[in-house]
């Protein structure tokens, strides 16, 4: 659809080859319309990870499509893939990822000095705003707690707005309070700036907070929860892990 930020279809992703070949995605199809917020789940090893690696451009599909606002990534050489990863795609890890030796607002401003521009102050600042820390511009990663560091994360993966911000498991590494704090301004974001999110969680609550939880069960989606909160999408994770041995 003309209005989706994401669009997979069939696609599917092989590692390894002979008697070693795993399919950790089978054929996923999969539409993410502009300024929504999609939570994925599933077992571990269901695939979450891959999908989104495909999904951002970080890895390609054995086979099938990948629409990032309708550029179908399959089409573009190396280059061209790193360019519209660096405009037009956000990433946060679990693994902050910031580097040490930084303060947040030179973290924040990396992209765009990664991208040959010279960043405006003023720009970076109010993006460190808007995620609450417009008063700890100059401190250094390891002068901040795990849930500052992780929203200076998404300041920097903010600051070339893109098209599609993706995390993968964004709260893994925080204390329930503090990725609650991260998850609600995830959610501000979709409804106040149209942002469009696509999130992995194990989390149960981290992924009430989406409007659509879609469910990954052995490389392939295996249906998705709307408008429910988290005891259904926790009672839903419990019958596709199975009962516990
Ligand atoms: P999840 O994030 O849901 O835990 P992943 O997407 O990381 O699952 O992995 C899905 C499957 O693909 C797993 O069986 C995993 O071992 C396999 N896999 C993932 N990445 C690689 C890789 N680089 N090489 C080989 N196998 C991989
Ligand atoms: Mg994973």
Known sequence: MENDAIQLKDVTRVFGAGDR?????????????????????????????????????????TSGSVRVG????????????????????????????LLPALTAEQNVALPLRLAGRRPAR??????????????????????????????VALARALITRPEV???DEPTGALDSQTGREVLALLRAMVDTERQTVVMVTHDPVAASYADRVVFLADGRVNGE????????????????????C
């Open 21 to 61: 070949v795993v399919t950790a995605l089978d054929r996923v199809s999969l539409d993410v319309p502009r300024g929504t917020f999609t939570a994925v789940m599933g077992p571990s090893g269901s695939g979450k990870s891959t999908l989104l690696q495909c999904a951002a451009g970080l890895d390609r599909p």
């Open 122 to 151: 003023a720009e970076v600042r109010e993006v460190l705003a808007r995620v609450g820390l417009g008063d700890r511009a100059r401190h250094r990663p390891a002068q901040l707690s795990g849930g500052q560091q992780q929203r």
């Open 70 to 97: 309708g550029t179908e990534l399959g089409g573009l050489g190396e280059t061209r893939l790193t360019l519209l990863r660096r405009d037009r795609i956000g990433f946060v890890f679990q693994a902050f990822n």
């Open 165 to 167: 911000l993706f995390g």
């Open 225 to 244: 929860l709307r408008g429910v909160g988290a005891q259904d999408i926790a009672a839903r994770m419990t019958a596709l892990e199975g009962a516990p």
